[in-house]
């Protein structure tokens, strides 16, 4: 488990970096509401989600999956409280 904290907290703020980079044109663009830009990044995060879980077995993958609600609860309660 070490190593996979280790692995999200390295990747967490490479992504934070770079995605102030990324995002600074949308932040500017009035086309673009605050909404649609939070859409978009979570849709992202979606995204890349689902693409690492290709990688894992079938079980291993499912497992993963079967858990997302509740650890994404936690971490909303434990960011909001």
Not at 35 to 59: F, N, R, V
Request: hydrophobic share 45%; no cysteine.
């Amino acid at each position: 488990m070490q190593s996979i904290e280790r692995v999200s907290q390295a990747m967490s703020s490479g992504f934070i970096m770079a995605g102030s980079t990324i995002m600074l044109p949308f932040a500017n663009d009035p086309q673009i509401s605050p909404l649609g830009m939070l859409l978009g990044i979570a849709q992202a995060h979606i995204d890349g989600l689902a693409s690492a879980l290709t990688t894992l077995e079938p079980e291993t993958r499912e497992n993963i999956i079967a858990t997302v609600p509740q650890q994404l609860r936690a971490i909303i309660e434990r960011t909001q409280g």
